[in-house]
């Protein structure tokens, strides 16, 4: 039996997501529902060192389930990479009395905590918010889907213009190693092509599916690229290429970039932090540590950190076959 959790920390590290705030909002009101204290620490594991510490209660977190961004910061810390570094953040959490932690971020910020827990042997779960949704032991990491919604709505602006001057539209998104947003968005907006990290689609295939596109009657495409896709060096000389050997196509390069990070959280995103706040909190107060929660099957499930680091989320091959057939 380990001593009893008295004080909770709670965090963001990494990129921001939509829906973070609602995930500190969920951990503080359950820890105040359970009568624990709750320590916000700002800028992520840099706050840690440093410690920049806040005391949280049901109030602090008022109208926040609606805010994109974090309340709390975030940083990265090339400081807490080092055994000296580490040193630091476990005495600031003993001056602070804080007992356990609530890590929010992705496989950065989960990493972060093994290594403290090995250690130190400090209690931390994990709850995965990135937009990227790259993380094994859940279906949906928070931000994934307000990330998804950005992304479509704003295709679907750009399909208007594209369709105005009969033009060929490259749409980057975010996805350097992962092409889930690119994936889901561009069944979602209904692209012509898809372009994602896993899956090399060539460029002589990228050529002839715009020819069949053409010949078929369409005087517009849109092609959603995830920035890791690896046809072309980036998206521009992808569309140099493409212009290039299909002169008949104007092209244009639409690169979203952060505005798929911000914004208000989806009602989806907002539940499910809410969801795996509690657990969190919960699980911490059972004795339990160096896990991650997740949604699978819309049920919370527990993933050691290690797996959720290591394992591999993999993209859905159905979606792949859709994509195909809605693209004639």
Same mark, same amino acid.
Not at 47 to 62: M, Y
Not at 196 to 218: A, H, M, N, V, W
């Given at each position: 039996?380990? /001593?009893?959790?008295? /004080? ?115 209690p931390s779960i994990g709850i995965p918010g990135t ?98 896709? $690896? ?6 000389e992808l569309a140099n290429y493409v212009e290039e ?42 004795? $339990? ?40």
């Amino acid at each position: 039996m380990g /001593k009893k959790i008295k /004080k909770i920390g709670v965090m963001t590290s990494g990129g921001d997501a939509p829906g973070m705030n609602a995930a500190i909002r969920a951990v503080v009101r359950a820890c105040s529902y359970y009568h624990v204290d709750c320590v916000g620490v700002y800028r992520g594991y840099q706050g840690l060192i440093e410690g920049d510490f806040i005391d949280l209660t049901a109030r602090n977190v008022n109208n926040t389930i609606n805010r994109g961004g974090t309340i709390l910061k975030t940083a990265r810390s090339k400081e807490f990479r080092t055994k000296k570094g580490r040193e630091k953040a476990f005495q600031q959490l003993k001056k602070a009395k804080i007992d356990a932690m609530v890590l929010i971020g992705g496989d950065g910020t989960f990493t972060g905590g093994m290594v403290f827990y090995k250690e130190f042997k400090f209690p931390s779960i994990g709850i995965p918010g990135t937009i990227d949704n790259d993380i094994f032991g859940t279906n949906s990491t928070i931000g994934f889907d307000t990330a998804l919604n950005t992304v479509v709505d704003a295709i679907d602006k750009i399909r208007d213009t594209a369709s105005s001057h009969n033009r060929l539209f490259f749409v980057e998104v975010m996805g350097r190693d992962a092409g889930f947003i690119a994936l889901n968005s561009g069944v979602g907006a209904g692209a012509e092509e898809i372009l994602i990290p896993e899956e090399d689609l060539g460029l002589d295939r990228l050529l002839e599916s715009l020819k069949r596109s053409k010949r078929s009657g369409k005087s517009s495409s849109i092609v959603v690229v995830a920035e890791g896709d $690896k046809i072309g060096k980036n998206v521009f000389e992808l569309a140099n290429y493409v212009e290039e050997n299909l002169p008949e196509y104007e092209v244009r390069v639409s690169v979203l970039g952060h505005m798929q990070r911000g914004g208000s959280p989806s009602c989806f995103d907002r539940v499910l932090a809410s969801r795996l706040g509690v657990k969190s909190v919960e699980l911490l107060l059972d004795g $339990k540590s160096n896990l991650m929660v997740g949604l699978i099957n819309n049920k919370i499930e527990t993933t050691e950190l290690n797996k959720a680091v290591k394992g591999q989320h993999r993209i859905n091959k159905e979606l792949l076959r859709v994509s195909d057939i809605m693209s004639l």
